[in-house]
């Protein structure tokens, strides 16, 4: 690597609001807000909205998602009507 391009890594902490998980790992991101780890140190931490912790693929947990429902709401709003697709 050469010296000096690349930004410094540092451990920061990624904590998941959905799921109530938090996790302890190397970044380049940064963050005026800390937290206390739980080996007493402080770090940064960022909140973010799915992780593993809470995103379906790995929580087995899957969400139907109703593409129909959608496509006849986005004709009601737009006034396409299934005459004209004809």
């Known amino acids: 690597m050469k010296p000096r391009i690349h930004p410094d890594s540092r451990l920061v ?3 998941d609001r959905a799921a109530d998980a938090a996790f302890l790992t190397r970044s380049t991101a940064g963050s005026s807000r800390t937290v206390e ?3 007493g140190n ?3 931490v960022i909140d973010v909205e799915v992780s593993s912790a809470s995103h379906p693929f790995y929580t087995g947990r899957s969400r139907v998602v109703d593409s129909a429902g959608r496509v006849e709401r986005f004709e009601r709003r737009y006034g396409r009507t ?3 697709r004809g």
């Open 13 to 15: 902490v990624f904590r």
């Open 37 to 39: 780890w739980e080996d």
């Open 42 to 44: 402080t770090y940064p």
């Open 82 to 84: 299934a005459a004209a």
